[in-house]
């Protein structure tokens, strides 16, 4: 059994903030922000949550896949700001579409979470557990934004992005996931942090604390752009694939400087990878699903094309998935 991408939608909220606005209210400004990070702007929920954009993403991809509710069997939310400790974001989502035969359940590797959740719902497809299954990549980090720290506010934005999974026999084509690399290093946890909010213990006399982005962004930076290219590279040499064979590396968007460099590293050309950092952000576990997305229905992917989408982030963590379009 192999696992096809049968359908991608995408969901991003309507209010643009630019760097000019930013610039309003902390110590910064577009040249900076532009040249440092390739970002223009973001879209900024006025309060819709992680569930109602990933929600909204996945009835887009349901849509272009042709796929009702009822088809669904497995939802997987990659995502690292559910609007709730609990229900899970991918329980509220099988609620919201009406998916009631589905199973649901949510994946935290932050930005990685897309990856890790196509993982997953591949394993659970190619083994024939499942045979339709909905993978989201979702975050609203605006709420975990220090909004008076111009270290980090002004590199994140909200969104969400799905695809439609099927399994398929492995006769019936050679498209689809032909395989993901994931990995994690928890001793390097606390270069990208969010504290949990606390509401305090009586017993134990702590206060109530609340959380908020932290990065060291060099050693993020660092992080990247050396477990990247070795990740892609394991993925090339495990499935016996040549650099050459690949249309599109779809980079998580946190930074158009750590895609260039990643590009340097592994010796492709910018034009192998497709940006849309300018005009997002960093949405983190969203990123890679909605610029596959945007690939998708402007046309940009043809049949038996290979695609790699790779992603990092805290934990840390990082992944790689070689597919075919079909
Ligand atoms: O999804 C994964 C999550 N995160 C990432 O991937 C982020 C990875 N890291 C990065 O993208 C970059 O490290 C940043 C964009 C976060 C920062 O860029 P940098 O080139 O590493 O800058 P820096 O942290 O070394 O800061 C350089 C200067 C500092 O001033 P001084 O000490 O040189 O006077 C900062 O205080 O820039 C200052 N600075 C700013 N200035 C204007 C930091 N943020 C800003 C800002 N506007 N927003």
Redesign the pocket.
Known sequence: MKTMIIGTGSYAPDRVVTNEDLAGI????DE??ST??GIRERRISLGQGTTAMAAEAARRAMEDAGVGPEEIDLIVVGTATADHCFPSAACEVQGILGADRAVGYDISAA?SGFIFALNTADSFIRSGVYRTGLVIGADNLSKLVDWSD??TC??FGDGAGAVVVRGCEEQETGSGVIRTEIGSDGRKASV?TCRSRTMGNFLTGTKPEIGYIS?E??E??KF?VKKVPECIEQLLSNTGTKMEEIKYLVL?Q??FR?CESIARRLKVSMDKIPMNIECYG?T?GATIPVLLDELNRDGRLSSGDKVILAG??AGLTWGASLIQWQ
């Open positions: 902390v110590e910064t400004s900076w922000i440092r990070t930005c111009r270290s002004v590199l990208l990065m962004g060099q993020v930076f990247a998580h946190a930074n750590i960093n983190s990092f982030g």
